[in-house]
């Protein structure tokens, strides 16, 4: 079976919030899709280990910004491959609070929805929630982000929690420049790209690239980064 095939599977790239009492958090997701028109209706599937699980199923109710390919690595980094156990996803972040009490993300979305959950359906790993729309907005004309832009100019991956996840094969092709791995995520440096985000223009070396750089999805320091086999 060639896992690749699953890439050609369209997604787009979205920021889903719910809260707990006070608390608040939000996570990406890429598996959203309208179930229903009349009333309209979303589902999304969310891993049960994910903080935003524990509170999407305690509150029934969740907010789903959908990103913009300008959207930096950073902005995806923090809510996909940190766990808002350990810091403050919303430090820093453009939000508002919607009808529902839930946080909306407004940095980088050119629409966002407000759910109120209806049902839920385990599907093993993760709960395919159904929301009923109770508000949607649209913030800006700026294209969507799908999936593909994601992974093919983003040079993104799948965290090990998202449901389409797919374990990195190994490389056997020769290459002109050396590629490095971040230890902790998983983010691929790969010198002919570059990392314009951060002003690291492509042919950059590793080794040329400035002490103070940082991995642009988790943050983690040149340190973390071992060479690709």
């Not at 996570?27 to 229903?36: E, G, K, Y």
């Not at 093919?152 to 374990?167: D, E, Q």
């Not at 002109?176 to 042919?203: A, L, W």
């Amino acid at each position: 079976m060639d896992s690749k095939c699953f890439y050609k599977l369209s997604y787009g790239v979205y920021i889903a919030c719910s809260r707990k009492d006070s608390k608040f958090n939000g996570q990406i997701v890429n598996t959203c899709f309208q179930v229903t028109s009349d009333p309209p209706q979303i589902a999304m599937s969310i891993n049960k280990n994910n903080l935003t699980h524990e509170y999407i199923t305690e509150s029934r109710v969740a907010a789903l910004s959908i990103l913009t390919e300008k959207a930096p690595m950073k902005i995806i980094g923090t809510f996909g491959f940190k766990s808002g156990r350990d810091i403050d996803k919303f430090e820093g972040i453009n939000y508002k609070i919607g009808k529902l009490g839930v946080p909306i993300v407004l940095d980088y979305t050119t629409g966002f929805f407000e759910l109120q959950i209806i049902k839920d359906i385990d599907v093993g790993s993760h709960t395919l929630f159904i929301g009923r729309v109770v508000e949607a907005q649209v913030c800006s004309e700026d294209e969507p982000m799908t999936y593909s832009f994601y992974h093919n100019v983003k040079k993104g991956l799948s965290p090990k929690n998202a449901p389409t996840y797919i374990k990195k094969e190994e490389n056997t092709k020769e290459e002109k420049m050396q590629k490095y791995i971040c230890d902790v995520c998983g983010y691929v440096y790969d010198p002919s790209q570059g990392d314009p985000d951060s002003n690291i223009p492509p042919g950059t070396a590793f080794e040329d690239i400035p002490a103070a750089w940082v991995c642009p999805v988790c943050g983690a320091g040149k340190d973390s980064f071992s060479p690709q086999s």
